[in-house]
């Protein structure tokens, strides 16, 4: 499958150690996970910059080069091993649509089967923007969907809004492809505005490193902490106690102001799923 990095922290730092040097790197890790890289970075402006290959990023001068070049507060990154759609620029991760950059690791089950009814999910105004033929595109427009049903996604949006939104669209996409426990979708999303940054996971691994924090019984930070520094990855990059498990069917994250926040999916999915409103405002970048 694929492999992703998200980095949030509150000084603006370089990620090139976590995605080059590091003994589990991002390049370490893209021998197997071979079929296309990309790197988001936030800046000044609310969109982030997008920079994207579809050779291995091992044997990809520009992955480096990129990589070596980025310093920032949000940084989102992927490596890619293709089960949907073909190798090519269109369906390379992350994804972005205005201010959001999204990946996925995982895969939808009979994807070519349920793809139809993804689709029907997805607001119109929304759907049109999709460019790729991966499961994953049309997740993160899903989301999207879900987030414009209760937010202005051109906008600031609160972290659990993002989280229930992420956790909607799991449960949405769960009841359309998933055929008992034991053949489940693989749902491991990040995704940022560049502000607040939320993760889930089902059906892979999922690490958190937080530089020290303080942690409660299984290595997660206590909710309610203010970070210095959120990585997530869906292997440990390095040895070492500070990588700790987020379980399955939990969603994490950080808001604009880095505190830490932990949800279980039913939760988050409990309250109802309201229809899209697909105002064109609503969906403004």
């Not at 959001?100 to 690791?105: A, D």
């Not at 999709?130 to 993160?140: A, H, V």
């Not at 889930?200 to 303080?214: H, K, M």
């Amino acid at each position: 499958m694929c492999r992703l990095f998200g980095f949030r922290s509150s000084v603006p730092s370089a990620v090139h150690p976590s995605l080059v040097t590091q003994k589990n790197s991002l390049l370490i890790q893209s021998r197997e996970h071979k079929d296309g890289w990309g790197i988001a970075a936030y800046g000044a402006e609310a969109a982030p910059v997008v920079a994207h290959g579809v050779g291995p990023a091992h044997s990809d001068p520009d992955f480096e080069r990129v990589s070596s070049r980025v310093s920032s507060h949000t940084v989102v990154a992927h490596i890619r091993l293709a089960s949907v759609g073909a190798v090519e620029l269109r369906n390379s991760h992350p994804f972005h649509h205005g201010r959001w950059t999204f990946v996925h690791n995982g895969t939808l089950r009979e994807f070519a089967r349920h793809r139809a009814a993804v689709e029907e999910l997805i607001c119109p105004t929304l759907r049109v923007g999709i460019q790729g033929t991966t499961d994953s595109e049309r997740c993160f427009y899903l989301f999207l969907t879900r987030l414009a049903a209760r937010h202005p996604i051109g906008h600031s949006v609160p972290v659990e809004g993002v989280a229930r939104a992420l956790a909607e669209t799991m449960g949405l996409v769960a009841a359309i492809t998933d055929d008992a426990q034991t053949q489940r979708s693989a749902m491991n999303f990040l995704v940022t505005d560049g502000e607040v940054m939320v993760a889930s996971r089902r059906n892979r691994t999922l690490f958190v490193s937080t530089g020290g924090a303080r942690c409660e019984l299984g290595g997660l930070p206590v909710t309610g902490t203010r970070l210095e520094q959120l990585i997530v990855s869906s292997e440990a990059l390095c040895g070492g106690p500070h990588w700790a498990p987020v379980q399955e069917e939990d969603v994490i994250g950080v808001d604009a102001g880095l505190v830490f926040h932990r949800w279980r999916v039913p939760e988050l999915a409990g309250g109802g799923v309201p229809p899209p409103t697909p105002g064109p405002s609503q969906h403004a970048a």
